[in-house]
């Protein structure tokens, strides 16, 4: 009974987990009220730059990370071996992809200190010091 009782709470977690939004964010004093997913996806190409007079920096997390792979998937609407190629030839133009940081909890550090950065966290990691710019639907 008890591993039972185990195997669904753990299933129940999980379930939470991989059903919560993907929220992103920026810093409070960054001027941007929200974003459009066409928007989002102009910024994490590095095709738009700035904001206003403010100049924008994308953060990633690692290509293995779960809501970076949601993110390709659902803002980029590319692959991974196509956003790979579209950077290499970026690469060429002096073009370098968005910052990588190493977890969710470093991104967040980042945004509250850095007022053009823009990251992506789970909905739960929510924390004061930032601004929701766009829900990411599940």
Request: charged share 25%; glycine share 6%.
């Amino acid at each position: 009974m008890g591993m039972l009782r185990g195997s669904l709470a753990f299933i129940f977690l999980a379930t939470l987990l991989f059903s919560e939004s993907t929220l992103f964010i920026a810093n409070d004093a960054s001027g941007i009220e929200a974003l459009s997913r066409k928007e989002l996806r102009q910024i994490y190409l590095k095709k738009r730059r700035f904001w206003k007079e403010t100049k924008l920096v994308p953060l990633n997390l690692p290509p293995q990370n779960r809501l970076r792979q949601q993110m390709e998937k659902k803002i980029l609407t590319m692959s991974a071996s196509a956003l790979d190629a579209y950077w290499m030839q970026e690469h060429y133009r002096g073009h370098r992809p968005p910052y990588r940081l190493e977890s969710v909890k470093s991104m967040i550090l980042f945004v509250k200190k850095v007022k053009g950065a823009i990251g992506y966290i789970p909905e739960s990691q929510l924390v004061p010091g930032v601004k929701v710019l766009y829900r990411m639907p599940k």
